[in-house]
Protein backbone atom coordinates (compact mmCIF):
# COMPACT_ATOMS: atom_id res chain seq x y z
CA UNK A 1 0.00 0.00 0.00
CA UNK A 2 1.19 3.49 -0.62
CA UNK A 3 2.04 6.00 2.13
CA UNK A 4 -1.09 8.30 2.65
CA UNK A 5 -0.50 12.08 2.65
CA UNK A 6 -1.31 13.17 6.27
CA UNK A 7 0.47 16.62 5.98
CA UNK A 8 -2.76 19.55 6.20
CA UNK A 9 -3.46 21.12 3.22
CA UNK A 10 -2.77 24.06 4.19
CA UNK A 11 0.96 22.73 4.19
CA UNK A 12 0.86 21.33 0.64
CA UNK A 13 2.94 23.37 -2.12
CA UNK A 14 0.68 24.43 -4.54
CA UNK A 15 2.13 25.96 -8.03
CA UNK A 16 5.39 27.09 -6.00
CA UNK A 17 3.65 29.07 -3.51
CA UNK A 18 4.79 29.05 0.01
CA UNK A 19 2.19 28.63 3.07
CA UNK A 20 2.37 29.23 6.58
CA UNK A 21 -0.37 28.16 9.21
CA UNK A 22 -0.53 31.14 12.35
CA UNK A 23 -2.54 29.98 14.95
CA UNK A 24 -3.85 33.90 15.89
CA UNK A 25 -5.14 34.86 19.30
CA UNK A 26 -9.18 34.99 19.00
CA UNK A 27 -10.91 38.08 17.60
CA UNK A 28 -14.41 38.65 18.24
CA UNK A 29 -16.82 36.68 17.97
CA UNK A 30 -16.46 35.87 14.09
CA UNK A 31 -12.32 35.14 13.55
CA UNK A 32 -13.17 36.57 9.70
CA UNK A 33 -13.35 39.70 11.77
CA UNK A 34 -9.56 39.61 12.22
CA UNK A 35 -9.48 40.73 8.37
CA UNK A 36 -11.82 43.92 9.04
CA UNK A 37 -10.18 47.92 9.76
CA UNK A 38 -10.65 46.44 13.98
CA UNK A 39 -8.38 43.43 13.39
CA UNK A 40 -5.29 45.53 11.64
CA UNK A 41 -2.94 45.59 14.96
CA UNK A 42 -3.24 42.06 15.13
CA UNK A 43 -2.95 40.90 11.11
CA UNK A 44 -0.43 43.42 10.59
CA UNK A 45 2.81 42.08 12.19
CA UNK A 46 1.88 38.55 10.70
CA UNK A 47 1.33 39.71 7.12
CA UNK A 48 4.70 41.68 7.42
CA UNK A 49 6.62 39.37 8.74
CA UNK A 50 5.27 36.71 6.16
CA UNK A 51 6.22 39.61 3.07
CA UNK A 52 9.99 39.80 5.02
CA UNK A 53 10.78 36.17 4.87
CA UNK A 54 9.53 36.46 0.89
CA UNK A 55 12.10 39.44 0.17
CA UNK A 56 9.14 41.90 -0.28
CA UNK A 57 9.24 45.08 0.89
CA UNK A 58 7.24 47.90 2.33
CA UNK A 59 5.23 49.99 -0.53
CA UNK A 60 7.19 53.92 0.22
CA UNK A 61 3.39 55.42 1.62
CA UNK A 62 0.37 53.33 2.71
CA UNK A 63 -3.23 53.57 0.99
CA UNK A 64 -5.03 56.79 3.07
CA UNK A 65 -7.77 55.40 5.57
CA UNK A 66 -10.98 55.96 4.94
CA UNK A 67 -12.67 59.32 6.48
CA UNK A 68 -15.70 57.76 7.94
CA UNK A 69 -17.15 61.45 8.02
CA UNK A 70 -16.92 61.16 4.45
CA UNK A 71 -18.92 58.20 3.43
CA UNK A 72 -21.83 58.24 1.48
CA UNK A 73 -24.66 56.33 3.07
CA UNK A 74 -27.62 55.28 1.30
CA UNK A 75 -29.92 57.64 2.75
CA UNK A 76 -32.30 55.89 5.42
CA UNK A 77 -30.10 53.74 7.16
CA UNK A 78 -30.17 53.67 11.03
CA UNK A 79 -26.65 53.65 13.13
CA UNK A 80 -26.64 49.98 12.92
CA UNK A 81 -27.09 50.11 9.40
CA UNK A 82 -23.99 52.96 9.32
CA UNK A 83 -22.02 50.43 10.90
CA UNK A 84 -22.84 47.40 8.77
CA UNK A 85 -22.15 49.64 5.85
CA UNK A 86 -18.71 50.63 6.88
CA UNK A 87 -17.97 46.56 7.03
CA UNK A 88 -20.17 46.32 3.87
CA UNK A 89 -17.08 49.02 2.21
CA UNK A 90 -14.39 46.86 3.94
CA UNK A 91 -15.44 43.84 2.49
CA UNK A 92 -13.60 41.91 -0.39
CA UNK A 93 -15.30 41.79 -3.79
CA UNK A 94 -18.06 40.66 -4.85
CA UNK A 95 -20.43 42.39 -2.18
CA UNK A 96 -23.88 44.13 -2.55
CA UNK A 97 -25.51 46.20 -0.05
CA UNK A 98 -29.46 46.07 -0.34
CA UNK A 99 -32.10 47.87 1.38
CA UNK A 100 -35.52 48.61 1.79
CA UNK A 101 -37.55 52.16 2.01
CA UNK A 102 -38.33 51.49 5.50
CA UNK A 103 -34.48 51.04 6.42
CA UNK A 104 -34.07 47.63 6.67
CA UNK A 105 -30.49 46.36 4.90
CA UNK A 106 -28.68 43.26 4.42
CA UNK A 107 -25.23 42.91 2.47
CA UNK A 108 -23.05 40.00 1.78
CA UNK A 109 -19.46 40.47 0.28
CA UNK A 110 -16.60 37.86 -0.69
CA UNK A 111 -19.17 36.31 -3.10
CA UNK A 112 -17.96 34.55 -6.01
CA UNK A 113 -20.16 36.66 -8.57
CA UNK A 114 -21.80 40.07 -7.69
CA UNK A 115 -25.25 38.26 -8.49
CA UNK A 116 -24.27 35.58 -5.93
CA UNK A 117 -23.68 38.74 -3.43
CA UNK A 118 -27.19 40.70 -4.18
CA UNK A 119 -28.72 37.63 -4.07
CA UNK A 120 -27.97 36.70 -0.65
CA UNK A 121 -28.12 40.06 0.56
CA UNK A 122 -31.48 40.12 -0.70
CA UNK A 123 -32.66 37.38 0.50
CA UNK A 124 -31.57 38.69 4.42
CA UNK A 125 -32.79 41.70 3.44
CA UNK A 126 -36.48 40.19 3.05
CA UNK A 127 -36.58 38.29 6.42
CA UNK A 128 -37.27 41.90 8.22
CA UNK A 129 -38.33 43.84 5.98
CA UNK A 130 -42.06 44.04 5.02
CA UNK A 131 -41.45 46.25 1.93
CA UNK A 132 -39.23 45.29 -1.11
CA UNK A 133 -35.40 45.15 -0.99
CA UNK A 134 -33.48 46.45 -3.48
CA UNK A 135 -29.79 46.99 -4.11
CA UNK A 136 -27.97 50.32 -3.45
CA UNK A 137 -24.44 49.52 -3.99
CA UNK A 138 -22.35 46.75 -5.90
CA UNK A 139 -18.83 46.35 -5.62
CA UNK A 140 -17.46 49.88 -4.88
CA UNK A 141 -20.35 51.16 -7.25
CA UNK A 142 -23.91 52.90 -6.48
CA UNK A 143 -26.84 51.19 -8.05
CA UNK A 144 -28.75 53.92 -9.88
Known amino acids: MGRRNTAPAFTQRMAGGRVQFIAAPAFGTDGHQ ?9 REPYVDDFLARQNLTLVDHLLPIRD ?5 YPRGLSAQGKEAFTKYLDGSQHKAFVM ?3 GHFGWRTGRKTVD ?3 EGA ?15 MTDEDPVE
Open 68 to 72: DAAVH
Open 116 to 118: EAV
Open 122 to 136: TDFCRKAAPKPCFAV
Open 34 to 42: LFSGKGMPI
Open 100 to 102: SSD
